[in-house]
């Protein structure tokens, strides 16, 4: 069966330091691949969607970037963290032709 | 771009009572889906409608899509404590291929009191 993995949990950053997401998935291959931010009051935000490797398509412009480096890895990065990029960022992947997204557990991250 | 209304924000609801969620588009749906959410945790997927009137179950929960594709309903009967969460619909444009982008609706607090 597929699993979706998020790290780290939980992570609190000061302002201007980098960031580093990692999104894995197993138990399938060339999944569709999204990053998600849910801000309270805002609802699910799609920041990047990947449909294979090094493919990346960003939905809103802003201070983060994403990767695809492998098949069922994506990974969600900032040079320099505001305190805006607070939230809880989820990791989605569905299979190609498919609408259905499976989310991971989410990271929640503060910046102070 | 597609926005999804739900209804209502949060509802509170004794144990054993029923309750409807709703969820309104401002365009045709392609497809319609329905998330449960627990408070910091990931969506859970509960189920997708597609068709005009279609409805499906689980468990005790029904979703129905109507005729025109613009409006679905989450129903719950008997609501029990492991019901409660937040509760969001998600909407594929209209025959977007192979690349689906769903967006979400605010979503609808659901506690349920024992």
């Known amino acids: 069966s597929q699993t979706i993995h998020q790290w780290p949990a939980t992570l609190v950053q000061p302002v201007g330091s980098p960031l580093s997401l990692e999104c894995t998935v197993e138990?399938?291959?060339?999944?569709?691949l999204y990053w998600y931010r849910q801000a309270a009051g805002r609802g699910l935000q799609l920041l990047f969607y990947?449909?294979?490797?090094?493919?990346i398509s960003s939905e809103v412009p802003q201070n983060l970037s994403a990767s695809r480096p492998q098949d069922r890895q994506f990974i969600l990065s900032s040079k320099k963290l505001l305190l805006s990029d607070s939230g809880f960022y989820l990791c989605?992947?569905?299979?190609?032709?498919?609408?259905?997204?499976?989310f991971g557990p989410g990271t929640r991250l503060l910046v102070l | 771009s597609q926005e999804l209304e739900q209804s209502p924000q949060s509802l509170i609801v004794q144990e054993g009572k029923n309750l409807t969620i709703n969820c309104t588009s401002s365009?045709?749906?392609?497809?319609l889906y329905w998330y449960k959410q627990k408070y910091g945790e990931g969506l859970i997927f509960l189920m997708m409608?597609?068709?005009?009137?279609e409805e499906k179950s689980h468990e005790k929960i029904t979703a129905k899509l109507d005729e025109k594709k613009q409006q679905s309903s989450l129903h719950i009967t008997a609501s029990q404590p492991s019901h409660a969460g937040i509760y969001l619909c998600?909407?594929?444009?209209?025959?977007?291929?192979?690349?689906?982008?769903?967006?979400f609706g605010k979503g609808t607090l659901l506690t349920v009191n024992p």
């Open positions: 409608l597609q068709k005009g009137g």
């Open positions: 989605a992947w569905s299979v190609i032709g498919s609408g259905t997204q499976y």
């Open positions: 138990g399938t291959s060339n999944p569709n």
């Open positions: 998600g909407a594929a444009p209209f025959s977007l291929g192979s690349n689906y982008k769903l967006t």
């Open positions: 990947s449909v294979g490797i090094g493919q």
């Open positions: 365009k045709t749906l392609y497809g």
